[in-house]
Each structure stands twice: as C-alpha cells, then as structure tokens.
C-alpha cells in the first residue's frame, strides 16, 4: 500500500546515534553487576510477566532482565518462540496459545513486556485478550508515528535476502490506538534503531511514556528501564 497523505515528518535516528549503540556492551555488564541489587525497589506480588524479545533476537538477551524480576518476586517468563523474525500465522497462534496457558497456571493476568518490534507484538496481544493481560510495557518499540522511521528496515530486508519490505501504512495506523489495558512505553531520546518519537503513546486514560537514557539495544539491561518496570509493577 503506497504512503497516505498526512503522515508525521519523523525520520529514523541519524547515523551517528546509530554508532553510539556500541554502548550496548558497556551497559550490560554493569546492569549484570548493579542487578544484582534490588534495594530500594518495591517487591512483586508473584504474578506471572512475560518479556518478548525484538527483531532478531531471542530468550537469552531477555535473560538479565527475566532475572531481576524474579529477584523482585514475579513469575518471569520468554516468550519460547526462538529468534524473532517477525509475525508469522503459525507464530500468532502459539503465542497466543502461551498467555492462555501462563495466565491458566498461575490464576492471573500477565503482564507482558516487549523490546523493540516484540513491543508491537504484545500491544496486539493485549488487543485481542485483554482479559488476560495485566499490563503492557513497551521498550523503544515502533508503535506510533510512521513505519519506516528506523533503521530496521535494513535488517529486515537482509532477513528477507535483499526483498523490498511492503509496508502496511493503514494497517500500522490502525495499531497506534493503544489496547485495552494499562500501557506504558518507556523511550529513549538516543535511540540509534527506532525514532523516539515513534515509541511514544498517544495520551490516552490508560497510557503513559517514561523516558530514559541509553541504547536502543541495551533497553533490557537498563537499570531505569528496570525501576519503571518494577514501579508499575506494583499498580494493579
């Protein structure tokens, strides 16, 4: 579908913040070391939260913080779906198959987290059950302004062996309006990968944005990203 008229004057983040997401490697070990203490956090009621990884990414880059929620008090699982390649039928139905299945065990809503695209993924998820979602956290994920304000497309389009990507400008209009439940979508302003303004949610009675420092890549070993987490935890 070609661009409609009216869309935002946004461009994906500039080459040199791009650069600056070699950060990633500094701020992991130091979310690893300072994780390692929750002081000063409040502690978690055992529900069950469960972290979605982004484009190309799997289980093991949400471990750390999986962790940290556990040392918290909650129940925190990934989304045991392997590398994320994007949405696909079979995909859909196994993960929703996997919120009815973790809200069933422990007798609860879920409260779901998504880095990156997978912040697209739970904000759908929580569209279509949202009796069974708690709340949705959403890290530096492009879900608002236009599609092609990132620098993903490059990676999708290597995924797809070179293919042009087809973007689906109504269908991402369409999933701007926040689901049913409590949302918040915490950003960055030095994002290298998504524009920041296209992580934000529009004001609405359910959601907020909590903005943070640091990269893109190191949103899920991002102690900020971690106190937000933890606070809105705690809010039922």
């Known amino acids: 579908m070609s661009q409609p008229s009216g869309m935002p004057d946004i461009r994906a983040p500039r080459l040199h913040l791009l650069a600056l997401e070699l950060r990633v490697f500094a701020e992991m070990p130091w979310f690893l070391l300072r994780s390692l203490s929750i002081r000063g956090m409040p502690a978690g009621d055992g529900h069950p939260v469960m972290i979605v990884p982004g484009f190309g990414a799997n289980d093991l880059t949400t471990l750390p913080l999986r962790r940290a929620l556990n040392q918290l008090g909650y129940a925190a699982y990934g989304w045991d779906q392997g590398t994320n390649f994007g949405m696909r039928p079979a995909l859909k139905n196994a993960l929703t198959q996997r919120l009815e299945k973790l809200s069933s065990e422990h007798q609860s809503p879920v409260s779901l987290i998504g880095w990156s695209l997978g912040g697209v993924f739970v904000r759908e998820m929580a569209r279509h059950q949202p009796q069974l979602v708690r709340r949705v956290f959403t890290l530096g994920s492009p879900i608002n302004g236009r599609p092609d304000a990132n620098n993903m497309l490059a990676l999708f389009r290597l995924a797809n062996r070179g293919k042009p990507v087809n973007l689906d400008w109504e269908g991402f209009r369409k999933r701007t309006t926040p689901p049913p439940v409590p949302c918040t979508a ?6 290298g990968i998504v524009a920041w303004q296209c992580s934000m949610e529009d004001p609405a009675a359910n959601t907020e ?28």
């Not at 915490?186 to 994002?191: A, V």
């Open 186 to 191: 915490i950003y960055s302003k030095s994002d």
């Open 209 to 236: 944005c909590a903005e943070v420092r640091g990269s893109h890549f190191g949103l899920v070993v991002n102690r900020q990203v971690l106190r937000v987490i933890a606070d809105r935890l705690t809010r039922v």
